[in-house]
């Protein structure tokens, strides 16, 4: 089981990634783990990242590719994998299909703007602890105040509205393309293209795990 997870950032790709990484049995890479690891085993590919990255430069979707296609290669990706945060962007995603790395489903969780907003901006953390909590869905006893300590709750700054609405833009721009390019793809005629499915992310979270894996069955995947 091959698996890209897409979606916004509040959207619960975390949570639903948790789910589906323990479910399958598989591995859930993120290509920051990888190019942390790889600098650290001072890989070939390692080496290079590291001078790029501390010369201020960004990392080529060339070498990001190397690096998944020997991350996949490893014992525990025998069952598949699931790529949380990648591919981004769409030359990402060519690069990847290019490299000939089957995917077998792209799983796209989509929750409006506005929930993802009233989620994120809502969040209020105890700093010491790491508590979070909700003004709407999950509140404290205490108004603004940690229900162990009394101390005061703070809103972090990547939870504040405005910068919410930054995130959700970047978003839109760059990553969400890659569900039309996914689409396109799993409706061709091309033998090898992943099976699509979107899920709405709001209801609970046992729904949408539910809901993931009857449309998963619904396209026809045996090992279900």
Known sequence: MRIILLGAPGAGKGTQAGFIREHFSIPQISTGDILRNAVKAGTELGIMAKKIMESGGLVSDEIIIDLVRHRIEEPDCTNGFLFDGFPRTIPQADALRTANVHI?????????????????????????????????????????????????????????????????????????????????????????????????????????????????????????
């Open 104 to 224: 077998d489903y792209v799983i796209e969780i989509d929750v409006p703007d506005a929930e993802i907003i009233k989620r994120l901006s809502g969040r209020r953390v105890h700093p010491s602890s790491g508590r979070i909590y909700h003004i709407e869905f999950n509140p404290p006893a205490v108004a603004d105040r940690d229900d162990v300590t009394g101390e005061a709750l703070v809103l972090r700054d990547d939870d504040r509205e405005e910068t919410v609405r930054k995130r959700l833009q970047v978003y839109h721009e760059q990553t969400q393309p890659l569900a039309g390019y996914y689409l396109e793809w799993s409706n061709s005629s091309d033998p090898d293209a992943p099976g699509y499915v979107k899920i709405a992310g709001t209801g609970s979270v046992e729904t949408i795990q539910e809901n993931i894996l009857a449309a998963l069955k619904q396209t026809g995947q045996a090992l279900l």
